[in-house]
């Protein structure tokens, strides 16, 4: 149909005049967005899902302009996805990353944009910042991991890295579980350790947040263990995990191959994301020394009961999470649906 066919049928009340809902940072904010009860609502539901097959989620393109030479955190990523359930929906995540977009350009790392569709006509219905739900997207996957493998009463909380990733992993965590006594703080760069240190003690006060000089003594003092940071090269030997450490190995690259030969259990979000790229269980899976039948559980086996958590206190167990673009989605269909009825965002049309 030609554009001016259609936009007389408009005209004349013959077909809805599409429009779409932008969602911008501040936006998402003023819906509870910036909260971790929302996303761990809507990552237990996507992981749920998950588990019973009841979503489509292609590989992931990575757009990487210099693929040899280029820092591993520089690239964009294309991230769809087909959410089923009661309220389903589609929808793509587009998301930059710069590994020196702070310390060069004022930025933060990442930076992105979510596009929500309609599983009915498959129309795009909205447009959301992408940064901020990515984030705390990530933290809840730790939160919910937390209150399946690490230890029931752990009271202890290691941070490697103190970015934006490492702020919202640390807020999630303390709203979540209110029992955390310490949390370790370890950054090569001391100046973003202390602004989190800062920004920590401010909003939970009786919570003792530590510096740490090194890496390992980090690692060493906690019960949970949770990396943020853009290294290329692992650095946390198996030898360094206390007995019963759960590992929320989010960056991916922070630990060597002997923690997943080792652990008790590995666990990921999702098997065929995880085993590509070259990530380390992807090395390990060319090298022979590592298979589907040794995995453990994704992750969402576990939250619906199909597979055991943590079964004692001893487990030494580490999940590997890639991020699934189900999560984002999920996320995101739960603060569009939020902003509608309460009125939020700026309406566009879409002619």
Not at 141 to 146: E, K, L, N, R
Request: charge should be negative; proline fraction near 4%; hydrophobic fraction near 40%.
């Amino acid at each position: 149909m030609k554009t001016e066919q259609l936009m007389e049928q408009i005209e004349e009340g013959g077909i809805q005049e599409p429009e779409i809902l932008f969602l911008n940072k501040a936006s998402i904010a003023q819906v509870g967005g910036n909260h971790s009860d929302l996303y761990v609502e809507g990552i237990t539901e996507a992981l749920t899902l998950h588990a019973q097959g009841q979503f489509v989620q292609p590989l992931k393109p990575y757009l990487r302009v210099d693929a040899e030479k280029g820092h591993i955190a520089d690239r964009i990523i294309a991230m769809p996805a087909h959410v089923g359930g009661e309220t389903a929906v589609s929808g793509i995540k587009w998301i930059g990353s710069k590994h020196d977009n702070p310390a060069k350009r004022g930025l933060e790392r990442a930076s992105g944009l979510l596009i929500l569709n309609d599983p009915e006509s498959n129309y795009p219905v909205a447009v959301l910042e992408a940064g901020l739900i990515s984030s705390m997207r990530t933290a809840a996957v730790t939160v919910i991991a937390a209150k399946h493998l690490a230890r029931k009463q752990f009271t202890q909380v290691a941070c490697l890295g103190c970015g934006i990733i490492a702020k919202t992993q640390m807020r999630s965590m303390l709203e979540q579980f209110p029992r955390i006594e310490t949390i370790y703080l370890f950054d090569l760069n001391k100046q973003s350790a202390a602004a989190l240190q800062e920004e920590l003690n401010r909003s939970f006060p009786a919570v003792n947040i530590i510096l740490i000089e090194t890496a390992e003594r980090a690692v060493r003092q906690g019960e949970v263990v949770v990396t943020c940071t853009v290294t290329d090269q692992p650095y946390i030997p198996f030898e360094w995990l206390q007995k019963g450490t759960f590992v929320s190995n989010i960056s991916i690259m922070d630990v060597h191959k002997d923690v997943f030969l080792k652990a008790d259990k590995v666990i990921v979000d999702d098997w065929e994301q995880s085993n590509r790229e070259k990530k380390v269980i992807n090395q390990l899976v060319l090298e022979g020394k590592f298979s589907r039948e040794r995995l453990h559980a994704e992750l969402g086996e576990i939250v619906i009961g199909r597979k055991p958590g943590r079964e004692s206190d001893d487990e030494i167990i580490i999940l590997n999470p890639m991020g699934m673009a189900i999560e984002d989605i999920a996320c995101a269909k739960v603060i569009y649906d939020k902003a509608r009825s309460e009125r939020v965002g700026v309406r566009l049309p879409l002619y």
